[in-house]
C-alpha cells in the first residue's frame, strides 16, 4: 500500500467526519487530517530496527502478528483462557471500545501498535490517531491540550472549541495512546486522570493503550485488560524467516537450526521475546550461541552494532569513526550517559539536552574529548544504537539505555556504589510498586552484573525495613498488609529466581498466599472481612504475617551467608595468588 493508495482509503472516514463541521471549514480541517495521516503514515508503514538500521523498511515485509490474551478472574478462579488474534483491528474491540495491551519490555507493544495503525486504514475501520505519551514528559500542559495542539494542531487554524469537541465526539478515530509506562511518575497519576477523562467524554472512539505490566493501567475503570503473548515455537521460525533476506537462506538455516536444538526453558524464553530474538539474529555470525543472561546479550549487540555493516549478513566491516574515538570510549560514554539521563527520567534527548550531559561528561572524565555533534553522528551512523525522531534522540529501545546504565552503576567503586545504591533504595520507598515495576528491567540486568552489590546494598536493607513493620506492634492491620505487599514485590522483582525459591519463595509463595496478597491489591487496601471469600483471605494474610514473624530472621541470615561464602571464594583464591 503506497502513500496514494493511503489517502485513497482515508477519504470516505474523512469525508464522514467532516459532516459536524460547517462548509467554510471542510477543506481547512480535511487538509489538516491529511497531513498529520501523511506523516504518521510514514513514521508507521516504513519503521527502523535493530535489524534494519541503514534505512526504514516497510513494516508489513517483516512484521510478525502477535497474540493478545485476556484472562478472566473471579473469586480468584481462574477461568478459560481468551486468545485474540491481531491481524486485524477489529479483532480487539470484540467486547469492548476501551482496551489495554500489557507486555514485558521487548515484547512488541510499540511494533504491534504500528501494524495496528495501518491496518485501521487498510480495512477501513475507523481513522487512527497515534501518541507516543513520552513526549508527555516534556510538555507543559495536559493530555487534552496535547490532542488539540499538537496531534490536530486545531488551534493553529482558528476552530472553536464546540467545533473540536463534534469533531472528537463523532466514532471517527481510533486512538493508539503508545508507553504509559514511559510516563515519568511525577506526572503519571496526572495524565491517567486526564486519560480517563477524555476517553469518558469521547467515548463513540476507540482507544488502545500500551504498557509494561503493573503500571496500575490495568485499574483504568473503561477498559480491558490484554496481555501480549510470547511467540510460539511456530512464530519464532516464522519471525527468523522474515527478518532475514530470502537470498541469505544459508544463514536463516543455520539460525533456526540453533533454536531448534535449544531444550532449555529459560533459553526458550529468551528467544520469545521478539527483541531478544532480534538480538539473537542481530549477533548470530559473532555470537551463535544463546547466552545464559539477558545482560550478555546486550553486550554481544554493542560488539556486534560497532563492528557490523549494516546488512545482517556481511561483517568485518567497520566504519570510520569521525570521532576519533575508541570502542573502550564509547563505552565509557555510553555507560556515564545512559547513567545520568536514567536517573533524570530522561529517555527523550534534546540537542541541548545532549550537548548539556555530554560536556558534563567531558568535564569530568578529563581523560576522553571529543566533539559532540561527531560522537552523535557515529552513534547514530555508524554504529546505528542512536536514533533521530523529529527533534528528539533515543536509543533504539529503552532497554539499552537501562543496560549500560546497570553497567557503569556495576563498575563504579564501592563508595560510589554506596550513593547509587542510598538512590535507588530512596526512591523504591517513595514509589515501592511503581518504582520497581517500572525499572523491574533494569534491576534484572544490575543483578546479573553486581548481584552481591543488589542484595547487600538494596534488598536486604528494604526487607529489614518493611519486615520491622511487620513483627512491630505499632501498626494497624491495614499498613502491615502494606508491609507484606511492599516485602513480597522487593523479593519478586529484585532476588534471582534461584535465590528466592530456594531461600524464601517454597514458603512465601505458597499459592494461597500469593492470591491473598493479591486480592488486597486489587482493591488498593486491606479491609474488614463481610463475607466467606473475603474472610478467607484475611486468615490467610494473618498466616502469612506470622510466617515472616518465625521465619524472616533465617530468611535475611540464608542470603547474606550465601553472599558471604561467594566473596570468601573470591578471598581464598587471592590470597593464593
Sequence with gaps: MNLIEYKKLLEIPIQNLLKVVGVELKQIVHNKLLEHQTIEYKKNFFTKTLLHRSKPAKLLDFYQPLEIIIQSQEGFVETKKKYIQTLNISNLFQDSNYVTLIGKAGCGKSTLLKYLFINSVKTNFKIPIKVELRYLNEYKKGFNDYIIDEIFLFQKIGISTSIIEKILGSNSFVFFLDGYDELNLNIRERITKEIDHFTSKYQNNNFVITSRPYTNLDTLPLFTNYSICDLREEEIISFVKKQIPKYDSELTDKILETIKKVDNNSYKQFLSNPLLLSMFILTYQSYSEIPQKRSYFYGQVFETLYS??????????????????????????????????????????????????????????????????????????????????????????????????????????????????????????????????????????????????????????????????????????????????????????????????????????????????????????????????????????????????????????????????????????????
Design 308 to 577: 557490523m555493516h549494516d546488512s545482517i549478513s556481511k561483517l568485518s566491516f567497520v566504519r570510520d569513526k569521525v570521532s576519533g574515538l575508541s570502542k573502550d570510549n564509547f563505552i565509557q560514554i555510553l555507560n556515564s550517559f545512559s547513567c545520568l539521563s536514567f536517573f533524570d527520567k530522561k529517555i527523550l534527548f534534546t540537542q541541548e539536552y545532549f550537548d548539556k550531559t555530554l560536556n558534563i561528561i567531558k568535564s569530568k572524565k578529563r581523560d576522553i574529548a571529543f566533539d559532540n555533534n561527531k560522537l552523535i553522528e557515529d552513534l547514530q551512523i555508524s554504529i546505528g544504537i542512536l536514533y533521530k525522531e523529529g527533534q528528539y534522540y533515543t536509543f533504539p529501545h529503552k532497554s539499552l539505555q537501562e543496560y549500560f546504565c546497570a553497567r557503569y552503576v556495576s563498575s563504579l567503586n564501592e563508595s560510589n556504589k554506596a550513593v547509587v545504591f542510598e538512590k535507588l533504595k530512596s526512591s523504591i520507598e517513595i514509589g515501592w510498586k511503581n518504582y520497581l515495576v517500572g525499572n523491574h528491567h533494569f534491576l534484572l540486568l544490575l543483578a546479573e552484573l553486581d548481584y552481591n552489590s543488589v542484595v547487600k546494598k538494596l534488598v536486604i536493607p528494604l526487607m529489614k525495613s518493611e519486615i520491622a513493620k511487620i513483627v512491630g506492634d505499632q501498626l494497624d492491620i491495614q499498613d502491615k498488609y502494606l508491609a507484606v505487599a511492599k516485602l513480597f514485590i522487593c523479593i519478586e522483582d529484585i532476588l534471582i529466581k534461584s535465590i528466592r525459591e530456594e531461600k524464601i519463595h517454597h514458603e512465601l509463595s505458597k499459592e494461597e498466599f500469593l492470591k491473598t496478597i493479591w486480592f488486597y491489591g486489587t482493591q488498593g487496601e486491606y479491609f474488614r472481612p463481610t463475607n466467606k471469600l473475603e474472610s478467607y483471605f484475611s486468615n490467610k494474610l494473618e498466616e502469612i504475617i506470622n510466617l515472616i514473624n518465625v521465619k524472616h530472621e533465617i530468611w535475611i541470615t540464608s542470603i547474606l551467608a550465601q553472599i558471604d561464602e561467594i566473596e570468601k571464594g573470591d578471598t581464598d583464591l587471592v590470597q593464593i595468588i
